[in-house]
Nanobody, 125 residues
Framework: QVQLVESGGGLVQAGDSLRLSCAAS????????MAWFRQAPGKEREFVAA????????STADSVKGRFTISRVNAKNTVYLQMNSLKPEDTAVYYC??????????????????WGQGTQVAVSS
């Protein structure tokens, strides 16, 4: 089992940067692929980025490509989302999620077994 706790959200201005962290408990972290999703008010949950267990492959949504970067440090049981050049449309609750398929970077949220509670990111114009 994996328990996930996100942190690093906040209120920023357009053009600013934030780094989100997701700390995982449990020995299974290093064997899980990980992802970030987000959900804005009144919208469905949206894939942001994913990374395989060994960091050999990543996937990033077109809407954030070139601005957001996912990474992980297995020794720290932590996955990160570096967000640069933030825009008001990036405002959402950001969730990290774990997938027991270590080689997957799927965008489908149903493939992720474990979810954090979310961290709010608000970007003002």
């Amino acid at each position: 089992q994996v328990q996930l706790v996100e942190s690093g959200g906040g209120l920023v201005q357009a053009g600013d940067s934030l780094r989100l962290s997701c700390a995982a408990s449990g020995r299974a972290f290093s064997t899980n692929s990980m992802a970030w999703f987000r959900q804005a008010p009144g919208k469905e949950r949206e894939f942001v980025a994913a990374i395989t267990s060994s960091s050999s492959s990543t996937s990033t949504a077109d809407s954030v490509k070139g601005r957001f970067t996912i990474s992980r440090v297995n020794a720290k049981n932590t996955v990160y989302l570096q967000m640069n050049s933030l825009k008001p449309e990036d405002t959402a609750v950001y969730y990290c999620a774990a997938n027991p398929n270590r080689y997957s970077t799927t965008t489908n949220p149903t493939n992720y077994n474990y979810w954090g509670q979310g961290t709010q990111v608000a970007v003002s114009s």
